[in-house]
């Protein structure tokens, strides 16, 4: 009995020494056990198993948004290129999902072609069991002859070769590459398709077409002038869905700056012009269309609550990992 006994002195002491070393370490984890498995080791005159589950943590020069039990949902930071400032939203790959719906107006007769979709959060149904932790503005109309979009196997535009693609999976995974839905990176099994012209940046470097300020190439504008109110979104290195936006006056570069100085691999433009970019940040998942968002980019024309209320063109939901 009383080797037993020192046996299981000796145990704990060896997990608060490894435990010690892993928070001196600068690792975060948190403690796993169920009843079962701990009646299972102790029948078994053992110590209960434990398990360490690597969280989601701060990142310096990041200000934290939202944090549940598995650490950091979503974060923000500033980033400022020839005097302008951009809003970097980052929702962390481990922790979100993303889903996609179609506005009331664009695209044309969604209603028809995406039986079951509708133009605001689905706060009935598994958007707001999982809990909303933000929304952002989509792409261009699809008029615009921007590029491709497939919903659910139903071909809305055509696709445009070489143009850059965002693509989410049944399970909110995100993926982004250049070309057509047919050409997504294998094993990757999406459902919603979407193009908006090329890529402003890749292999974390602005693009070559992103120094040309081309109406053609990027976007028409309010009147002649090409510094306009732009948005887009990317991944980062760790996958991190991010988007970039600023209500200032910017060129198609200056928006590539800002999302390489934010860390994107891959980035795109989404909506451009003062009316169309909206961004809604909750610090934590919201589950009925109470309370609100608290981070919003600044200068916006809208209140990311049109995405509550039901919006006009396609736009990105964030929620929670369960």
């Given amino acids: 009995m009383r080797a037993a006994a ?31 498995s701990a009646g299972a080791a102790l029948s078994a005159n053992e110590e209960p198993t434990v398990t360490t589950v690597p969280k989601e943590a701060p990142e310096a020069a990041w200000t934290v948004v939202g944090r549940g039990r598995n650490g950091v949902f979503s974060d923000k930071k500033q980033v400022t290129v020839g005097g302008i ?3 970097a939203a980052r929702f962390r790959k481990a922790t979100t ?31 707001g069991h999982d809990g909303v932790l933000g929304a952002f503005n989509g792409a ?23 143009y850059a693609t965002i693509a989410i999976d049944a399970d909110g995974r995100v993926a982004m590459w250049a070309g057509a839905a047919y050409q997504a990176p294998k094993g990757f099994v999406g459902v919603v ?11 974390s470097r602005v693009t070559p077409p992103a120094k040309n300020p081309s109406q053609g190439l990027w976007g028409g504008t309010v009147g002649p002038v090409l510094r306009q109110s732009r948005t887009g979104v990317g991944l980062d290195g760790s996958g991190n869905l991010v988007y970039v936006a600023t209500m200032g006056k910017c060129l198609p570069l200056e928006l590539a700056q800002a999302m390489v100085q934010a860390g994107l691999v891959k980035g ?51 929620t929670a990992q369960r």
């Fill in 268 to 318: 795109m433009e989404l909506d451009i012009n003062p009316y169309w970019p909206i961004l809604g940040m909750a610090p934590k998942p919201l589950h009925k269309p109470a309370g609100g968002f608290t981070v919003t980019l600044p200068g916006s024309q809208h209140s990311p609550f049109v995405f509550v209320e039901g919006w006009i063109r396609d736009f990105f939901v964030v």
């Fill in 193 to 203: 398709f979407r193009q908006n012209l090329q890529f402003l940046v890749e292999g």
């Fill in 140 to 162: 261009f109309k699809l008029s615009a002859d921007s590029g491709g979009l497939k919903v659910r196997g139903e071909v809305l535009a055509p696709f445009k070769p070489g």
């Fill in 85 to 87: 400032n951009f809003l």
């Fill in 6 to 36: 020192r046996l299981k002195r000796r145990r704990r002491l060896t997990l608060i020494v490894v435990s010690a070393a892993l928070v001196a370490a600068g690792t975060t984890f948190y403690v796993t056990t169920s009843r079962e």
């Fill in 97 to 127: 999902k993303l889903s996609w719906h179609p506005g009331s107006e664009d695209p044309p007769n969604a209603s028809k072609s995406l039986p079951g979709m509708t133009n605001k959060i689905d706060f009935p149904g598994q958007e």
